[in-house]
């Protein structure tokens, strides 16, 4: 064996690490001291092992993970190291009647060290596994789960067998998960790959393997390489070379080994992202279009056009009910300044600088969210009812502020503050302006925020500061277009009405907020809303009272407010005792998921999915202007459709990355799968009665 063949060396070092892998477990079944290392020799990559839920119920199952975080410097493998590590296994010790299943392992990173490919783990991960539990076990019996585990650490310059005793106490019961604990699992799923739904093909030519996967010309693909789990296949650190023929991605590479028969591969699609794929022997199609790795440059062409939609749709959003009654009332402030120049270019720039601000701060939460790993989108702050409350605070305020009942100077009288204050107050305006607005954009910037998920982060952030531009246009063309200024009605009577007008749509507003945080709690901790909003109604009335010299309310004011911060604290503590439940699908759907899409589809019927979220203002309007209309569920169930519902009013990670899949930031997303069809048709994101019945009369 010539050792200056890299092969050859490669070859050689998987032997030992297979041998090492032999014998770990050995060691630590022969040496009881080295299943808990010892202080002196500190393991590197510290194992955790956890349960969703402690108490599983008999008959059912629970699932588990176990968390693995390397020191600095040091990585962890996939379930193929590559050519130079190995997975990890576990040998259980399990109670009768307890079954534990395989690990699955999120994406991995592609590391080449010394020539050879390593398939590993540089950051913290956990793998999964499901726990099931037999229905004759009595409900209060000991189920604590133990197994000494076994793997592969390394640094650049060495590599370390590891072994630890784990364990997690489980005990029969009723199956019962915590908010916490779901929302942890479920960020650790979101790291999973997603099954393929057909298999792809695989061929030998030569020294050449060649893949094929059935993936549609839509799906993105920023960073792919192809891990191969099977052995002997592919030289794993030969470079791959990726190409799409019409809905197919080929990728070719040097082959390595004899084997024969069905593949298991994982296709890596984006950091943190990838799909499992199996590979039957078959012809491959032949190589298409090169497809290269995301670099540091960017579609300029697609940077601009998802820059001018966001403008766009931004500009469009002030018709919203609860956009349109802050622009009117910023503008009001100009008319009753008398159309003074300067005092409208300060105002315009102030809400331009809010409007923007918060776009950029949400956009670049999202995006440090996406890159820590969380399954998010766009309106993601709608998710959480906390900040649903605030919301639903401030629409209540300004409500009654225009109403009459109290005044505010950055929306009522404060005449004096026009030069101190101006600013300030157009600042915050146009900040609250761009925050509410979120749930309306689904419709109007679904492609240009799409397209956030293949910028690079810097290229990504101008686009949401677009939105904020665009929402902030009309009011920056009356602070700097003395022609507009000019148009604007002389200061009057009428005023008054028409302040008292916008309340309606800024009414309508906390009431759709109101609607929105029941939805999202089921109703949970209600009394401590209704005691919340009464203290508004109260402190509000109670300022108005002494603003027109009805005495000093002050100690009033206070107490109410103390009230107020008192039933948000129950309210809060009671959210972290609400236990999260499924998504709620409507009367018309089924509960959206990849299994229940994949036996939909395979009854050979009309598949229709949509992704919806209480908060999403379009998605409701379609619901309700063609998707519940009962002439269209006539039908579909005349042509046997069936619906599948994703509801994203809570997140959910699986439906965060099935949006990304088909280019999409938040919703709606509409799905039409018709019988044997390779591929769905996404729809438009305004629907009508005669879009859906037509495609299930066809």
């Not at 800024?506 to 209600?526: V, Y």
């Amino acid at each position: 064996m010539d050792l200056r063949d890299n092969r050859c060396v490669t070859k050689l070092w998987r032997a030992i690490l297979a041998l090492l892998a032999m014998l770990a477990p050995l060691v630590a079944a022969t040496t009881p001291a080295l299943a808990q290392p010892a202080p002196t020799q500190p393991i590197h990559i510290q194992p955790r092992l956890v349960a969703e839920s402690a108490a599983p119920m008999p008959g059912g199952a629970t699932a588990i993970a176990l968390t693995m975080t390397p020191d600095k410097g040091w990585h962890g493998y996939w379930l193929n190291g590559g050519d130079a590590g190995f997975g990890l296994n576990v040998e259980w010790n399990a109670p009768e009647g307890v079954t534990v299943g395989a690990f699955r392992y999120p994406v991995p990173e592609a590391l080449i060290l010394f020539g050879m490919m390593n398939h590993v783990y540089e950051h913290p991960y956990a793998l999964l596994a499901d726990v099931t539990v037999d229905r004759r076990i009595a409900p209060g019996t000991d189920l604590t789960l133990t197994g000494t585990a076994n793997w592969l650490a390394c640094t650049d310059k060495v590599c370390v067998p590891e072994t630890a005793v784990v364990a997690v106490a489980l005990k029969a019961g009723d199956g019962s998960v915590t908010a916490a604990s779901r929302a942890r699992f479920d960020g650790w799923r979101a790291r999973l790959p997603q099954p393929l739904d057909r298999a792809g093909t695989w061929e030998r030519r030569g020294d050449t393997v060649r893949f094929g996967i059935p993936l549609p010309a839509g799906a993105a693909m920023t960073a792919p390489h192809l891990f191969v789990e099977t052995q002997d296949v592919i030289d794993y650190a030969a470079r791959q070379t990726f190409s799409r023929n019409g809905d197919w991605i080929v990728v070719e590479a040097r082959a390595n080994g004899g084997a024969a028969g069905p593949v298991k591969a994982l296709l890596k699609l984006a950091d943190g992202r990838g799909l499992t794929v199996g590979f039957e022997p078959a012809a491959v199609r032949a190589a298409g279009s090169p497809i290269v790795a995301a670099d540091a440059g960017i579609d300029l062409g697609l940077f601009w056009t998802a820059l001018g939609g966001a403008i766009l749709g931004g500009l469009i959003l002030n018709l919203m009910p609860c956009v349109f009654p802050i622009l009117s009332l910023k503008a009001l402030s100009i008319a009753r300044s008398g159309g003074d120049a300067r005092s409208a270019k300060v105002e315009a720039l102030a809400y331009t600088a809010g409007a923007i601000v918060t776009a950029l701060l949400l956009g670049g939460a999202l995006l440090a969210l996406r890159a820590a790993g969380e399954q998010v989108g766009w309106a993601f702050q709608l998710q959480h009812p906390l900040s649903v409350l605030v919301l639903l605070i401030l629409a209540l305020a300004i409500t009654l502020n225009l109403l009459g009942t109290y005044e505010l100077p950055s929306f009522g009288g404060g005449q004096a503050l026009v030069d101190k204050g101006g600013a300030a107050g157009g600042f915050w305006t146009g900040a609250l302006a761009a925050f509410v607005a979120t749930p309306c954009s689904g419709p109007l910037l679904g492609a240009a925020l799409g397209a956030t998920l293949v910028l690079p982060a810097w290229a990504a952030l101008p686009i949401f500061g677009g939105l904020g531009l665009g929402l902030a246009l009309p009011f920056l063309a009356v602070g700097f277009v003395p022609g507009l200024r000019n148009r604007l009605p002389k200061p009057g009577p009428w005023m008054a009405t028409f302040r008292r007008w916008m309340a309606l749509p800024m009414g309508l507003t906390a009431l759709a907020l109101a609607w929105l945080l029941w939805r999202q709690t089921d109703g949970a901790a209600w009394h401590y809303w209704v005691g919340a909003i009464s203290m508004i109604l109260l402190i509000a009335t109670q300022i108005g009272a002494q603003q027109r010299g009805g005495g000093d309310r002050r100690l009033l004011v206070a107490g109410a407010g103390f009230l107020l911060a008192l039933f948000i604290v129950q309210a809060v503590q009671k959210l972290d005792d609400y236990k999260a439940t499924a998504a709620v699908a409507s009367a018309n759907g089924d509960t959206f998921s990849p299994p229940a899409l994949a036996k939909a589809r395979a009854t050979g019927k009309p598949v229709f999915v949509y992704f919806t979220a209480d908060w999403c203002l379009s998605c409701k309007a379609n619901e309700a202007g063609a998707i519940n209309r009962a002439a269209v569920q006539e039908v579909f169930d005349r042509a046997g459709v069936v619906t599948l519902v994703g509801d994203w009013t809570n997140g959910d990670p699986v439906i965060t990355r099935t949006l990304a899949e088909h280019g999409r930031n938040s919703v709606p997303l509409y799905l039409w799968y018709a019988p044997g069809a390779a591929e769905p048709e996404t729809l438009p994101q305004i629907l009508t009665p005669g879009t859906l019945t037509g495609l299930a009369e066809k």
